[in-house]
């Protein structure tokens, strides 16, 4: 379909400390399996999605949530001809710099950050985390990715402005990401819109008559179901409506992207990047939809009082544990604490609390503070 597009082998513009080609796997094979065997990585097991790890053994975390969206992602990039391992890679690396507890620990974090005239966005964090602060080699500081990879890290989702700082200046400041980045975006948002709603039905806190009484089209799945599969239990109902989304969605992906491509006349991958728009783009039918399923999940499943409850609780916890650590930066971990040397505390300070687990916060705090 636009296989034209596709990021090959020869537009790679390289990494920043040259290393000699492997003898079996391409730049970016190796790059994926970098991100897969980072410490980070494995760490977005002990990371909330929505529900709080505990609850249930069968709710998304932020590692079941990177695969379903790497599924996603790769079904596009295939369908479309796209480079599929570039594309893997970056799904794989999307949440990589979330901190503990979701969004609402990176508007914490973030916060706390602009006391000191800085910021934290999980995005910049993620590159911060590939660039400098996995230790995995003699060489060099952090995975020594490709500059498309790290490219896609920080623009999958947000444009680096023509006027960028210095910081931002080497990605390519004013212009689109390559495809196989954009729909990232697009395959994050299909990926947990379905999945949340599944764990919200499991967890009791809507029903498949809610969905059908907020999303038309699932009003529509839902009639043909209970027609075609006469007696099946409420749980059975939901998949075959959560199927009918999944396929809904990421069918407009695919439609979308390629309406806009062929209007937009671009024949390379380099004209992806000329472009005033992006391309990646839902059917309107899509589009409405999810825009649905995100007005239902935001009234009925992110608002609800015990989830707005245990946040509250979570983040009080990470206030306190920050306001500690700037006081007695000694208490970071010995791999942080050697930073102090180069870096302000309340920079390392904030890529410990940024790593940490879930779960490992809170045993911090109270090991620390009681």
Known sequence: MLGRLRLGPTDLRGRRFPEPPHP??????????RIIHSRAFRRLEGKTQVFAAGLSDHFRNRLTHTIEVSQVARTVAATLQLNEEYTETLALAHDLGHP?????????????????????????????????????????????LTFEVREGIVKHSREVPADAGPDM????????????????????EIA????????????????????????????????????????????????EVQRQLMNLLVGGLIEGTVRAANAAGVER??????????????????AEVKAQL???????????????????????????????????????????????????VHRVVCDYIAGMTDGYLRRIHAELLG
Do not use: C
């Open 169 to 188: 200046r080497e990605f390519l400041p004013g212009k689109r990401p390559l495809l196989e980045a954009q729909i990232i975006d697009f395959a994050d």
């Open 192 to 239: 947990y819109s379905v999945a949340d709603l599944d764990d919200a039905v499991a967890a009791g806190l809507i029903s498949l008559e809610d969905i059908a009484g907020d999303v038309p089209f699932a009003a529509e799945i839902t009639e043909a179901a209970d027609t075609q599969f006469p007696g099946a239990s409420e749980r059975v109902r939901f998949w």
């Open 269 to 286: 991958p380099e004209d992806v990047r000329s472009l005033s728009h992006r391309l990646a783009q839902l059917t309107p039918e899509a």
């Open 100 to 144: 503990p507890f979701g969004h609402v620990g990176e508007k914490a974090l973030d916060e706390h950050m602009r006391r000191f005239g800085s910021s934290f966005e999980h995005n910049l964090h993620a590159l911060r985390i590939v660039d400098e602060l996995e230790e995995r080699y003699a060489r060099f500081h952090g995975l020594n």
């Open 24 to 33: 079996y796997r391409n730049d970016l094979q190796r790059d994926r399996d």
């Open 294 to 344: 995100r007005s239902l999940l935001v009234n009925r499943v992110y608002s609800f009082a015990k989830l707005v409850e245990e946040r509250s609780a979570a983040i009080r916890k990470m206030n306190e544990l920050f306001e500690y650590l700037l006081a007695h930066p000694d208490g970071v971990s010995a791999g942080y604490r050697e930073s102090l040397e180069n870096a302000p």
